[in-house]
């Protein structure tokens, strides 16, 4: 009877055995080659040797949302499709990161941030088209008609490989095309290894790149009453609070991506920043967007979380009264310019003559600033910071003109 047990247990145990290598067979290659998964939490293998080596990576991980749900250091480093390899220490990774990986568990964020110009379009504008793919490119010509196929930044280059690499790109590469044929990377805003939503809602993060003289929001946000409320009321906020049940109770007050990325009290969550944006302000002479009413709509409804309704027409009348004015002081600076290079009064070479930088000042500083300013509640930006120097450089270029053209007629 004892012997008829054991075999019993034998032929069971054989059988599960032969059951699980059939079906291990059918598993990925990936799957198969790495070891145990329960052995990469931060807690186990992969700390054995980075708690020595780079420990505030191990917690900042053991510290996540990422860590709290279960999810492994392989799951994020894991190779995802054509991605290039690398073994370490047993281990088959990802030679590079991008937002590939992130894309695995988060498609939708994904292919909303491919539709935003925080995409191609942002890492374009410094370096072109040169080195990205055609199917690359034609994701952000499909949203953004133009913004990939322009030519490299001339200033960029002029400034020299070391402000472009330590300058431009270190914001730009947001939306660098990647080899794997994905775009960006995803830390950028919400850092590595905590991927941290909190930390992606914070004013400070976003002006990591919109701050300064050519896109001062970081600024000008600081000094509006929504600046003041969130430093005075932040500790008591619920900054990490799930995206898609974030209420007003979590954010009373709000940030950059409360306005441009956030779903309160049940709205859209977008990773598209775009969306909610109605006039290209960032241009010479700043037009409509063709998704205009759309996006000036969709801002407007979060607006409503806090204001009421005449007060927010009101708000965007005047915010547009300002960018009218705004481009009828930079339209007639341009048309000046354009008299001066007709008769050819100015060399083909862009940048090497004073004329050119005020020129460029005036629009890209002070123009910005006063349009940004309007919409974003900024008063002395609007004024100073903007109309101001849009008056006094105006008047600057306009003498450098009357001097060009008199030596000109000689």
Not at 177 to 196: E, F, K, L, V, W
Not at 240 to 269: E, I, N, W
Not at 309 to 320: H, K, N, R, S, V
């Amino acid at each position: 009877m004892q012997f008829k047990s054991v075999f019993v247990a034998v032929f069971i145990g054989g059988s599960l055995l032969i059951a699980a290598l059939i079906v291990n067979s059918q598993r990925p290659a990936r799957e198969t080659s790495q070891p145990s998964s329960a052995h990469v939490k931060a807690s186990g293998k992969c700390a054995e040797c980075h708690r020595h080596e780079t420990s505030a990576v191990v917690h900042q991980f053991e510290r996540s949302r990422h860590a709290a749900v279960g999810i492994t250091c392989l799951d994020c480093h894991q190779p995802r499709g054509e991605q290039k390899k690398t073994e370490h220490h047993g281990f088959m990774l990802s030679a590079e990161l991008t937002s590939l990986n992130c894309k695995a568990c988060h498609a939708t964020e994904y292919e909303q941030f491919n539709r935003s110009r925080h995409a191609l379009p942002a890492y374009a504008a410094v370096n072109g088209p040169a080195d990205a793919s055609p199917e690359q490119i034609a994701q952000g010509e499909k949203y953004h008609p133009g913004t990939c196929t322009r030519a490299p930044n001339g200033l960029a280059n002029l400034e020299g490989a070391g402000a472009k690499t330590k300058g431009c790109l270190v914001c730009h590469n947001i939306g660098r095309p990647n080899s794997d044929g994905s775009i960006g990377t995803c830390t950028h805003c919400h850092s590595r290894h905590n991927a941290s939503v909190a930390v992606a809602r914070l004013p400070s993060t976003c002006g990591q790149c919109h701050m300064g003289p050519d896109h001062s929001q970081l600024e000008i946000y600081s000094e509006s009453k929504h600046g003041i409320l969130f430093e005075a009321q932040r500790d008591t906020m619920n900054l990490a609070a799930p995206p898609k049940s974030l209420t007003t109770a979590d954010m009373p007050v709000p940030t950059c991506a409360t306005c441009h990325l956030s779903g309160l009290d049940g709205g859209r969550v977008t990773h598209d920043t775009t969306e909610r944006l109605s006039w290209w302000l960032f241009a010479p002479v700043s037009k409509k967007r063709p998704t205009y009413q759309q996006g000036q709509d969709a801002m407007k409804e979060v607006c409503k979380k806090c204001h009421a309704g005449p007060g927010i027409e009101t708000f965007f009348q005047d915010a547009e009264v300002v960018v009218a004015s705004t481009n009828e002081k930079v339209a007639e600076v341009q048309t000046l310019m354009k008299e001066l290079r007709a008769a050819n009064l100015l060399t083909p070479q862009p940048f090497d003559e004073p004329i050119e930088f005020l020129d460029f000042d005036h629009w890209h500083y002070y123009g910005r600033t006063a349009k940004h300013g309007a919409f974003m509640g900024g008063a002395d930006f609007v004024q100073w910071h903007g109309n101001y120097e849009l008056l006094k450089v105006k008047v600057e270029i306009e003498h450098l003109a009357a001097e060009l053209k008199a030596r000109g007629a000689k």
